[in-house]
T-cell receptor, first 113, second 113 residues
Framework: NAGVTQTPKFQVLKTGQSMTLQCAQD?????MSWYRQDPGMGLRLIHY???????DQGEVPNGYNVSRSTTEDFPLRLLSAAPSQTSVYFC????????????FGNGTRLTVT | AQTVTQSQPEMSVQEAETVTLSCTYD???????LFWYKQPPSRQMILVIR??????QNATENRFSVNFQKAAKSFSLKISDSQLGDTAMYFC??????????FGAGTILRVKS
């Protein structure tokens, strides 16, 4: 049982380049989300989805796009990378309501030069 | 918006001793969930313990326990018999309606031999 799988683990981009961070889960969870982790700021919510075809913005959505065409996948797109997007990105899912913890992927370390 | 504050950026403790990590939060909701997550150098996010606000009894998981003070909006984590493997970043998190998690900035805990 893979749980939540994020790819790639590491990525270096030049300013202005685009890329997609992949997140796949095999737990049939409806709720999926993306966080970024920066020193001294904890994890901040970028975008989330409560089911296929439904997405919404979190605390720091600017510069990122998401889509949710299937229950399993929730990709995060950077259309024009900026140095301020250098961070560690986590995908997380929840299987139920508030009494269920988040299941995290192992993170993607992104550096934008 | 809900906020979570961890006032201790770094803590250290001797092996086998007890340490308490502080967390306060701000919310106007009455029913919610609180979590402590551990992030070792591997970057993996690991759930340590969770507390439901409607439960007065403090949660306990082996060597980890919480002191939940709802009126004071405080949720501290006590680690007993500290082990070298407890060295990690610890995040306090608050779950609001809609399964969105708000994280504190984190506390780095170093266990010394």
């Amino acid at each position: 049982n893979a749980g939540v799988t994020q790819t790639p683990k590491f990525q270096v981009l030049k300013t202005g380049q685009s890329m997609t961070l992949q997140c796949a889960q095999d737990m049939n969870h409806e709720y999926m989300s993306w966080y970024r982790q920066d020193p001294g700021m904890g994890l901040r919510l970028i975008h989330y989805s409560v089911g296929a075809g439904i997405t919404d913005q979190g605390e720091v959505p600017n510069g990122y796009n998401v889509s949710r065409s299937t229950t399993e996948d929730f990709p995060l797109r950077l259309l024009s990378a900026a140095p301020s997007q250098t961070s560690v990105y986590f995908c997380a899912t929840i299987g139920g309501k508030g009494n269920s913890p988040l299941h995290f992927g192992n993170g993607t370390r992104l550096t934008v030069t | 918006a809900q906020t979570v504050t961890q006032s201790q950026p770094e803590m250290s403790v001797q092996e086998a001793e007890t340490v308490t990590l502080s967390c306060t939060y701000d919310t106007s909701e009455n029913n919610y969930y609180l979590f402590w997550y551990k992030q070792p150098p591997s970057r993996q996010m690991i759930l340590v313990i969770r507390q439901e606000a409607y439960k007065q009894q403090n949660a306990t998981e082996n060597r980890f326990s919480v002191n939940f003070q709802k009126a004071a909006k405080s949720f501290s984590l006590k680690i007993s018999d500290s082990q070298l493997g407890d060295t990690a970043m610890y995040f306090c998190a608050f779950m609001e309606y809609g399964n969105k998690l708000v994280f504190g900035a984190g506390t780095i805990l170093r266990v010394k031999s």
